[in-house]
């Protein structure tokens, strides 16, 4: 039984993790974020 828990958590951690990145490419809004965010930290660093 534990080893079915495990996996059932394992699988809710996956699902966690795939709902953002579907988010943020259905999104878009999030994905231009951090593209403007990364712009910003290449110019801090020259």
Do not use: H, Y
Not at 8 to 13: A, D, F, L, R, S
Not at 17 to 44: A, F, L, N, Q
């Amino acid at each position: 039984m534990s080893r079915k828990r495990q996996e059932g958590i394992k699988k809710n951690i996956e699902r966690t993790v795939i709902i953002p990145d579907d988010v943020s490419k259905g999104g878009g809004k999030p994905d231009g974020v951090s593209k403007t965010s990364e712009e910003e930290s290449e110019d801090d660093v020259e």
